[in-house]
């Protein structure tokens, strides 16, 4: 809703400035610090995604609730905002994907794989994935959370 204000205030702006003699309508441009804008909304969406972080280290989440942070980082950002998601990391280096891993949260897991997270791993991230694979496939699991682990 806000992005459709700031087009709706742009066209504004542009409109009027076609109106203007040529000297108003350049200045009017190079005064506008669109570079600014959009820092802002980056660091906007990362804030949010870094508090929903901190919040899923600690409590557990839906994959609606994972859902929801993408739909409101996209509306913070007004494009897409999954980067970020993958690329989040606390102070111990730890993404959505890690804490996921350590706390067995194979459904996490599988939402973050099926949205591309998969291309931001660090190495740490790939061993630490095959070895929780390896434990959700091991013979000593009950067949039930086997096939659990292959959906």
């Not at 108003?24 to 969406?45: A, P």
């Not at 994972?66 to 690329?87: A, E, F, N």
């Not at 070895?131 to 682990?149: D, G, I, V």
Request: with cysteine; hydrophobic share 30%.
């Amino acid at each position: 809703m806000k992005n459709v204000y700031i087009l709706s205030c742009l066209f504004f702006v542009n409109s009027t400035s076609h109106c203007m003699d040529g000297n108003i309508q350049t200045q009017l441009w190079q005064d506008f610090d669109y570079k600014g804008s959009v820092e802002r909304s980056i660091n906007r969406c990362q804030e949010y995604i870094q508090n929903n972080l901190k919040e899923y280290k600690c409590t557990d989440f839906t994959s609606e609730r994972m859902d929801k942070i993408v739909t409101d980082g996209d509306d913070k950002l007004g494009r897409s905002c999954i980067p970020y998601v993958h690329q989040a990391k606390d102070t111990d280096q730890n993404g959505f994907f890690q804490y996921a891993i350590i706390k067995r949260d194979l459904p996490r897991v599988q939402w973050l794989v099926e949205k591309g997270n998969i291309q931001h791993h660090e190495k740490k991230e790939y061993d630490d994935f095959i070895q929780f694979c390896t434990e959700q496939l091991s013979p000593s699991k009950e067949e039930k959370e086997k096939k659990r682990a292959l959906i």
